[in-house]
């Protein structure tokens, strides 16, 4: 124990005697390199601080960049709130322009609020056009107008149908006495349409026009194509149909050999090889197109026009006046000349029955209907010649009597056949005018046709058609229209097809459009004078016959 002691304090001492502080030593130096560590301890201070200033760039670096994605978030969110707004409102307004639609479409194909208010004299029309400040003359001067002028020139027109009805039957009796009804096309008894029937003939001289309806020998018929009947018609082939050539037997859907498989040596009674209808043989006898089985009106026309010379030559010893083509391009445009010189125009249009109705489809009423002419020999148009008669005479008797509906398209059709002598035709025809005359007639009260009211019916007629030009857009009175009567049987295929747009050349064919517009105004310039012109005088001297027509 006694040397443990003694270890332990010799351990002492020595730590004690080998402390710097108490005993130093004498040959202590300073290390020669102390500058050199100094300088690099501030070196390395200097990095330091270096390093801090870019610590704290990059901190507020990424303060800022935190701060630029918030506020990105914000106008981000904005912009999405404002974008959610944007597209409610434009759904809410593309749903109000589609009730809008809808609602015009239902209610506005009639005329417009304006024309029909009570206020005769407040009718739309762009700024400083003629209609808005037209001013016909007195009920007066248009009356005695009418009465003298227009009524006084058709008074023979009765006459003028009767002696070429008779003419007609006879014709047409002639006709049927030469044509094997085996293999000819069969006529059948013609229909009076157009002005001469409806009583609102202007233009002299008197023209009937007659329907002429055929068809074909047995065992044949006719199969009508309407456009309504296909979706996906082009705008310029609306209105018109083909119509194809069938047997009778074609569809014979209780015969069993369309079923069943027959042997090579069983025939059927009613069906054979033979009896298909084979383009290029009995088609081209049957008038139609070549290596097709739809009627060609060329072939008609050839057909038509042939039969007519030979029935005339048939009857031509029983009269004493000659019987002519009128147009070339027109089968059955025909004149009878007198001895005396004069002349009496008429036309048979061949035409075929649409389905057991009083549709009728004609091949040479294009041009005057809808201002084209078809482009395809076999494109036939609809006709609805017989429905507006039967309109025009159903609505007649529930208006007052001596009603100024006609007498409105009358003078309407005297204006606008002076004009067309003055400035040459143009696409406005009296086929627009009738069918403006004929959406007034189911808009307007039948109390709103009184004699009385001429002047401002008349004024409104003028008005519809000028919104009808403005708008390029004036729908057919039947096709597409609901608001026709049931009563008139009009098929239904036709009233709930879509409605035709008889304006719609105008929104291509510009120069047509500027041309339409100009002889519309200049007629309604001219239109107070050339009433007043002839109501004077006629007043002058009843005696004299009115001026010639294009002298304004």
């Known amino acids: 124990m006694a040397l443990g002691l003694f270890r332990v304090c010799l351990v002492v001492v020595t730590a004690v005697i080998n402390h710097p502080l108490l005993f130093p030593r004498e040959n202590t130096t300073v290390p020669e390199n102390e500058e050199e560590i100094i300088r690099k301890m501030q070196e390395h201070q200097e990095k330091l601080q270096l390093e801090q200033l870019r610590l704290e760039e990059e901190m507020a670096q990424l303060v800022a960049e935190k701060e630029a994605l918030e506020r990105v978030a ?97 014709l047409l009796e002639a006709l049927r006495s030469r044509c094997n009804r085996d293999t000819d096309m069969e006529v059948e008894d013609f229909i009076g349409v157009d002005s001469m029937y409806e009583n609102w003939q202007v233009d002299k001289p008197l023209l009937c026009h007659l329907l002429v309806p055929f068809t ?126 004069k002349s009496m125009p008429f036309n048979l249009i061949p035409a075929i029955q649409c389905e057991y109705s009083d549709l009728y489809f004609v091949s040479h009423l294009a041009r005057e209907m809808a201002g084209d002419v078809p482009v395809s020999s076999t494109d036939w148009l609809l006709s609805f010649a017989v429905y507006e008669r039967q309109f025009l005479r159903m609505t007649s ?36 005018l009738k069918t403006a005359l004929l ?44 608001k026709v009567p049931a009563a008139l049987g009009l098929p239904e295929t036709v009233r709930l097809a879509e409605p035709l747009n008889l304006f719609w050349p105008f929104v291509l064919q510009r120069s047509l459009y500027r041309k339409t517009m100009d002889s519309f105004y200049e007629m309604l310039r001219n239109a107070p004078a050339l009433i007043s012109e002839y109501s004077l005088h006629i007043s002058a001297d009843p005696a004299t016959p009115p001026p010639k027509a294009g002298v304004l």
Not at 77 to 96: E, F, K, P, V
Not at 398 to 410: N, R, T, Y
Not at 446 to 473: G, I, N, T, V
């Open 74 to 170: 914000e106008e981000s969110q904005q912009q999405n709130n404002t974008r959610t707004a944007w597209d409610l409102w434009s759904t809410l307004c593309m749903i109000l322009f589609l009730m809008i639609e809808v609602w015009r479409q239902d209610h506005q194909d009639t005329p417009s609020p304006e024309c029909l208010a009570g206020d005769e004299d407040e009718l739309p029309g762009q700024e400083g056009t003629p209609l808005r400040g037209l001013t016909l003359p007195n009920k007066n001067t248009l009356g005695h107008f009418y009465e003298h002028c227009i009524r006084g020139a058709t008074a023979d027109a009765a006459r003028t149908r009767e002696f070429v009805e008779g003419f007609v039957d006879d």
């Open 216 to 341: 074909p020998p047995e065992p044949y018929l006719f199969h009508p194509n309407l456009w309504c009947s296909h979706q996906s018609a082009p705008l310029d082939r609306q209105g018109y149909g083909q119509i194809k050539v069938v047997r009778t037997d074609e569809d014979a859907l209780g015969c069993v050999c369309g079923k069943t498989k027959l042997g090579e040596d069983m025939l059927c009674l009613l069906h054979s090889k033979s009896n298909g209808l084979r383009p290029g043989s009995e088609a081209g006898e049957l008038l139609c197109a070549p290596n097709s089985p739809y009627l060609d009106a060329l072939q008609v026309m050839k057909w038509f026009q042939t039969a007519l010379t030979r029935a005339w030559h048939r009857i031509a010893h029983k009269y004493d006046f000659d019987l002519a083509f009128g147009q070339l391009d027109t089968p059955g445009s025909l004149k009878i000349k007198f001895r005396s010189g």
């Open 397 to 432: 008797k529930a208006l007052p009597e001596g009603s100024c509906h006609l007498s409105c398209l009358q003078i309407a059709s005297f204006l606008l056949s002076k004009q067309r002598r003055l400035t040459g035709p143009s696409a406005l025809s009296s086929f627009h």
């Open 439 to 482: 959406h007034l007639l189911l808009a307007r009260r039948p109390a709103d046709w009184k004699a009385q009211q001429l002047d401002a019916r008349l004024h409104e007629l003028l008005c519809f058609l000028e919104k009808s030009l403005l708008e390029k857009k004036l729908l057919h009175f039947f096709m597409g229209n609901r």
